[in-house]
């Protein structure tokens, strides 16, 4: 069973603008939720998470995200976007140490124009 | 510090050879991750070892894939036979607390 999905795959905002990425996971996973930056030819780079300390979580570059478990999401946010920002966005959810892995989605690539 | 490494960082392979790619962890961190990155398949699960336990080796795609960790840090991982299907860009993470991985920067492999 799918346990992220991202809506979009392709994100395109003006420099400036508000950055939105959403993020649904499955209600059945514990609290464990990630957000993870990829920039070109690097590996990925972890933005934030979430472990049930706060709902609303901080990461760097300015970037949050606000967990709803009301609504299953964990989307990110940025109040205004900058060109470094262009980049692949995945969201995780790690299940619990039996299992281990971190379950992905399948990314968001965010375009940021001048 | 040192973050996770991987090395080679790019390797170009025939079609039929093995290859061998390293993953150096975080010192101290016990649990170490290999994943796969392809067009079109997203970022895939291969294996994961924590500490001394069996290795979980769910996400391998084939009995072409095998991997091992010795002395509890390096880690390889080995592909006999590549196919062109192979490539993709491997990554290694490593983990102290479990739910927190941190990344090395791929080895990206290409198979003609």
């Known amino acids: 069973a799918q346990s992220v999905t991202q809506l979009g795959s392709h994100v395109s905002v003006s420099e400036g603008a508000l950055v939105l990425l959403r993020c649904n996971y499955s209600?059945?996973?514990?609290?464990?939720l990630f957000w993870y930056v990829q920039y070109p030819n690097q590996g990925l780079q972890l933005l934030l998470k979430y472990t049930s300390a706060a709902t609303l979580v901080k990461g760097i570059n300015g970037f949050e995200a606000e967990f709803k478990k009301s609504e299953t999401s964990f989307h990110l946010t940025k109040p205004s976007a900058h060109m470094s920002d262009a980049a692949e966005y995945f969201c995780a959810v790690y299940r619990g140490s039996t299992l281990g892995r971190l379950y992905f989605g399948r990314g968001t690539q965010l375009t940021v124009w001048p | 510090g040192a973050g996770v490494s991987q090395s080679p960082s790019n390797k170009v392979t025939e079609k039929g050879k093995d290859v061998e790619l390293r993953c150096d962890p975080i010192s101290g961190h016990t649990a170490l991750y290999w994943y796969r990155q392809s067009l079109g398949q997203g970022l895939e699960f291969l294996i994961y070892f924590q500490g001394n336990s069996a290795p979980d080796k769910s996400g391998l795609p084939s009995d072409r894939f095998s991997a091992e960790r010795t002395g509890g840090s390096v880690s390889t991982l080995t592909i006999q036979r590549t196919q062109q299907e192979d490539s993709a860009v491997y990554l290694c993470?490593?983990?102290?607390?479990?739910?927190?991985?941190?990344f090395g920067p791929g080895t990206r492999l290409l198979v003609l």
């Open positions: 993470a490593s983990s102290s607390s479990q739910e927190t991985q941190y």
């Open positions: 209600s059945s996973v514990p609290p464990y």
